[in-house]
């Protein structure tokens, strides 16, 4: 379905039964932590929907969205073998009209980490989210913990805009070295691609040391911003966080959460670990 009448008809001939349904929005260039939503989705729901949508708001001027990585064809096969009952790939005129004038924004929980560095990314997310939940009105919607704070983020637009959706958080899917998969890999060259399981193994490191040690968070953020510059990193942040209000914390509880953006040259890389106390 291309456009928004289409998808709502269709739904509207599922709901005559009682199903439920569920949406797993994407950025398309999909990849097995793409399908680990579907088949998150396929174990609740008795239809899903997908969405392709390289949504221009989300990147800024500076940012990849020109070459972001486009497979329209070899997406649909996967997501068809998967299970996926229908795929929404709106064109970018029909979620934004020339004349559209409204941005949802979510206070507090986009000021830090990803939300400091990208300026304007998480009212990008929010807006499009906000206009394909209301297009699809899925009963569960799933996001990866890859994005950890677009999760939070999504969560609270739903409750606060009452809009009657579950929101469930999927883990990250990751490669047997640790990198978490994503589609932004693919531009990473062969050096690049040997230096990044790094992130993983380092944050998984603080993560560990924060377990033993809850105190320690200054120096163990400390320790892990040199790891990731020595493994070969432009590091842009690395930070402890309450995992469910992404507060600041002076002491890691079984609630913290180790986060992360660094670069490897030209591309921008994003982990977050828990930090899970010894027993
Ligand atoms: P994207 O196409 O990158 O916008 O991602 C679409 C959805 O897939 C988001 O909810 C992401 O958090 C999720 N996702 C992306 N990569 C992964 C991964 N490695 N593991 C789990 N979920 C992921």
């Known amino acids: 379905m291309r456009t928004v009448a289409d998808l709502r008809k269709h739904i509207a001939l599922w709901r005559k039964g009682e199903v439920r349904v569920g949406l797993v929005p994407t950025m398309?260039?999909?990849?097995?932590?793409?399908?680990?939503?579907?088949?998150?989705?396929r174990a609740e729901c008795d239809r899903i929907v997908a969405s392709i949508?390289?949504?221009?708001?989300?990147?800024?001027?500076?940012?990849?969205?020109?070459?972001?990585?486009?497979?329209e064809a070899a997406d649909l096969e996967m997501l068809r073998s998967a299970g996926v009952d229908l795929v929404f790939i709106p064109a970018v005129d029909e979620m934004y009209p020339p004349d559209f004038a409204t941005l949802v924004r979510v206070s507090g929980l986009t000021e830090g980490l990803c939300?400091?560095?990208?300026?304007?990314?998480?009212?990008?997310?929010?807006?499009?989210?906000?206009?394909?939940?209301?297009?699809?009105?899925?009963?569960?919607?799933y996001f990866g913990e890859k994005d950890y704070q677009q999760l939070m983020v999504v969560r609270r637009l739903a409750r606060d805009l009452d809009i009657p959706v579950h929101i469930t958080g999927v883990p990250t899917v990751r490669e047997a070295d640790g990198l978490a998969l994503s589609s932004r890999n693919v531009y990473l060259s062969v050096e690049e691609r040997r230096i990044a399981p790094n992130l993983a193994r380092v944050l998984r490191?603080?993560?560990?040391?924060?377990?033993?040690?809850?105190?320690?968070?200054?120096?163990?953020?400390?320790r892990g911003a040199a790891a990731l510059q020595q493994a070969g990193f432009a590091v842009e942040y690395l930070e402890v966080r309450e995992a469910g209000t992404l507060a600041p914390t002076s002491g890691a509880t079984?609630?913290?959460?180790?986060?992360?953006?660094?670069?490897?040259?030209?591309?921008?890389?994003?982990?977050?670990m828990p930090i899970v106390p010894a027993a």
């Open 53 to 71: 949508f390289v949504n221009p708001k989300q990147f800024a001027p500076t940012e990849d969205l020109g070459s972001y990585p486009r497979r």
């Open 28 to 41: 398309g260039a999909l990849h097995q932590g793409h399908m680990a939503l579907v088949e998150a989705a």
């Open 254 to 272: 079984g609630s913290s959460r180790v986060f992360a953006a660094v670069w490897l040259g030209k591309t921008r890389l994003i982990d977050n």
């Open 205 to 222: 490191n603080v993560a560990g040391a924060l377990a033993e040690d809850s105190s320690a968070i200054a120096r163990e953020a400390a």
């Open 115 to 141: 939300g400091a560095h990208r300026a304007g990314h998480f009212d990008g997310v929010t807006t499009v989210v906000t206009k394909l939940l209301i297009q699809a009105l899925p009963d569960i919607a």
